[in-house]
């Protein structure tokens, strides 16, 4: 198995992961035109992705998801809760096919085609938001961004995973000093919002890691995180060097990394 970014952070997110002869689309928050260029900068032809998967209904994450679905034919998998919310963005293309829209429970496994998927839910400030664990029968590789705060069950899923892609949004006193309105600044750091390094890294303290050959800081804040911090509050855990720990840009997202 191997995974991929097109781009992680507040102005559109896209992660590819394959398997065998799968390949399906985590998010797709950019316009059908840059998620077409940015997969052909990863060797990926469009119509070669199986499935579009769904976390949640904010626009960096599902802005392009239509369009790109109704011009490949490309299945698109998301929670009732993620669907209700969409409706206008996913309307057109239910009406159209809907055989194209596939509902599935937060807390069941399903598979398409080669890819095992596991979602399970996350606190976040939308209708019913899951992340995935991606398996191929022998190695998982966990995600987990845009969340607020961890929860027991989002330590039990992601413990012994052969890689990981943890959300590092934010550095605590950066935020507290931009230049963000207050209520932005709650709601960012509150319990439905998003991760903070410190949280990331006791959470990451809290799993089974033994297994991890790859780990990824994602959805870094442009304006209120660095690399550096998001790296340093990453490696202190596992006791590696910083240079180790890798980071999702939001421009050119990272490039494959394979899981053996």
């Known amino acids: 198995m191997r995974f991929?970014?097109?781009?992680?952070?507040?102005?559109?997110?896209?992660?590819?992961?394959?398997?065998?002869n799968t390949r399906v689309l985590l998010d797709c928050g950019f316009t059908l035109k840059e998620t077409i260029a940015r997969l052909h900068v990863l060797g990926?032809?469009?119509?070669?992705?199986?499935?579009v998967l769904v976390t949640h209904e904010?626009?960096?994450?599902?802005?392009?998801?239509?369009?790109f679905a109704r011009k490949f034919s490309v299945p698109v998998w998301l929670t009732h809760g993620t669907l209700r919310a969409a409706k206008a963005d996913l309307a057109a293309l239910s009406q159209n096919n809907p055989a194209q829209i596939n509902l599935f429970d937060p807390h069941r496994r399903f598979s398409i085609n080669d890819i095992e998927l596991e979602p399970y839910p996350v606190p976040h400030d939308a209708h019913e938001?899951?992340?995935?664990?991606?398996?191929?029968?022998?190695?998982?590789l966990g995600v987990l961004t845009d969340a607020g705060c961890a929860t027991p069950h989002i330590e039990a899923v992601l413990s012994r995973c052969q890689a990981l892609v943890l959300e590092c949004n934010h550095d605590q006193e950066m935020?507290?000093?931009?230049?963000?309105?207050?209520?932005?600044?709650?709601?960012?750091?509150?319990?439905?919002?998003?991760?903070?390094?410190?949280?990331?890294?006791?959470?990451?303290?809290?799993?089974?890691?033994?297994l991890l050959q790859h780990i990824i800081?994602?959805?870094?804040?442009?304006?209120?995180?660095?690399?550096a911090l998001a790296r340093a509050a990453l490696s202190n855990v596992l006791n590696c060097v910083p240079e180790w720990i890798g980071v999702a840009d939001q421009a050119t997202g990272f490039g494959w990394r394979e899981i053996n």
Not at 129 to 140: E, L, S, Y
Not at 181 to 186: E, M
Not at 220 to 225: E, T
């Open 217 to 227: 800081a994602a959805h870094l804040s442009v304006k209120n995180n660095t690399p």
């Open 44 to 51: 990926v032809e469009a119509d070669s992705i199986s499935a």
């Open 58 to 67: 904010h626009a960096d994450h599902i802005n392009g998801v239509a369009r």
């Open 129 to 140: 938001p899951v992340q995935f664990v991606f398996g191929d029968g022998r190695t998982r």
């Open 175 to 210: 935020l507290a000093n931009s230049s963000y309105p207050h209520s932005l600044k709650q709601r960012i750091g509150g319990r439905l919002g998003h991760f903070e390094n410190s949280v990331s890294a006791a959470l990451l303290a809290k799993l089974d890691n033994s």
């Open 4 to 20: 991929a970014s097109l781009g992680s952070g507040s102005q559109g997110n896209g992660l590819v992961v394959e398997a065998g």
